[in-house]
């Protein structure tokens, strides 16, 4: 497995969560990581990105205040916070390798196993 997310789990409304995307591989030299999420019954989304400088980064959700994409070189991760967690923020987290970022899923060229995230009321 190349691109792989951890973190989730089970947490009630108004926590956090550190979601994790360790990159294996070619993938780390090659693509920019970007974190998508795909609740029940909806569409994947696109949620950040972060290019290979850390300064490059971006936020495609409405609240974007509450996520914080960070990465760790010498760990070859890309980690996700997000902050005031809602019930509607339930959703499977996946981290996927793209050639440059973007909000659409499509552009992804590697995808790795998600993460689920439950959030309790």
């Known amino acids: 497995v190349q691109l792989q997310a951890s973190g989730g789990g089970l947490v009630k409304t108004g926590g956090s969560v550190k979601l994790s995307c360790a990159v294996r591989?070619?993938?780390?030299?090659?693509?920019?990581i970007g974190w998508f999420r795909q609740a029940p019954g909806k569409q994947r989304e696109g949620i950040s990105c972060?290019?290979?400088?850390?300064?490059?980064?971006e936020y495609y959700i409405s609240d974007k205040e509450r996520f914080i994409i960070a990465r760790d070189d010498a760990k070859m991760t890309v980690y996700l916070h997000v902050n005031s967690l809602k019930p509607e923020d339930t959703a499977v987290y996946y981290c996927a390798g793209l050639i440059r970022c973007s909000s659409n899923s499509a552009e992804a060229r590697k995808w790795g196993r998600g993460t689920l995230v439950t959030v309790s009321s």
């Open positions: 972060m290019g290979v400088d850390s300064w490059n980064t």
């Open positions: 591989g070619m993938i780390w030299d090659d693509y920019v």
